[in-house]
T-cell receptor, first 114, second 114 residues
Framework: ETGVTQSPTHLIKTRGQQVTLRCSSQ?????VSWYQQALGQGPQFIFQ???????GRGNFPPRFSGLQFPNYSSELNVNALELDDSALYLC?????????????FGPGTRLLVL | AQSVTQLGSHVSVSEGALVLLRCNYS??????LFWYVQYPNQGLQLLLK??????LVKGINGFEAEFKKSETSFHLTKPSAHMSDAAEYFC????????????FGTGTRLTIIP
């Protein structure tokens, strides 16, 4: 158990819709990162939030956005869903204190876009 | 820029045999290196990590990995495979500074033959 939870576990949406995925970090962790894992692939970095500000972004379009809240929860929002957005979405929390800190992953939300 | 190459998308070993999963990395800065394991329909669990210091790193479940800078490698080994080791294994790299963005390889599926 990593202490990181995600909801929902599974989700089905249709193309063009919007979706919000939620993550609850370990208590005290000030950093959350989101990854997209397509079937048969390794996770790809979407973006990271540190103390409620975006702190780096991968090669994903602006329709992928996020929020981080003071209570160690965060959201990933995806607008105008496309079929290729079907994937497992993972959040990972860590405590940024200078040097590299270990990221602890949640179980993921599996999104299917029809 | 950083990248990871995992040689062999599928590896099969007999129960009790040596497990060797290969990982080579490319990084323009000193790397941090990680191995994660993913069981079916679950998130990622950290097996071990290399940051600085001793190049032979021991992890959970009897796994270890050796950082070889001259070979840009971070291969994962376990002396004796167990049925419970069957899973997907991901090697990942991140930079020493900046955000802790993890760049993952495409994964190696380990099958254990009884």
């Amino acid at each position: 158990e990593t202490g990181v939870t995600q909801s929902p576990t599974h989700l089905i949406k249709t193309r063009g819709q919007q979706v919000t995925l939620r993550c609850s970090s370990q208590s005290g962790h000030n950093t959350v990162s989101w990854y997209q894992q397509a079937l048969g692939q390794g996770p790809q970095f979407i973006f990271q939030y540190y103390r409620e500000e975006e702190n780096g972004r991968g090669n994903f379009p602006p329709r992928f956005s996020g929020l981080q809240f003071p209570n160690y929860s965060s959201e990933l929002n995806v607008n105008a869903l496309e079929l290729d957005d079907s994937a497992l979405y993972l959040c990972a929390s860590s405590l940024k204190q200078g040097l590299q800190e270990t990221q602890y992953f949640g179980p993921g939300t599996r999104l299917l876009v029809l | 820029a950083q990248s990871v190459t995992q040689l062999g998308s599928h590896v099969s070993v007999s129960e009790g045999a040596l497990v060797l999963l290969r990982c080579n990395y490319s990084s323009s800065v000193p790397p941090y290196l990680f191995w994660y394991v993913q069981y079916p329909n679950q998130g990622l669990q950290l097996l071990l990590k290399y940051t600085t210091g001793a190049t032979l790193v021991k992890g959970i479940n009897g796994f270890e990995a050796e950082f070889k800078k001259s070979e840009t490698s971070f291969h994962l080994t376990k002396p004796s495979a167990h049925m419970s080791d069957a899973a997907e294994y991901f090697c990942a790299v991140s930079a020493h500074f900046g955000n802790e963005k993890l760049t993952f390889g495409t994964g190696t599926r380990l099958t254990i033959i009884p």
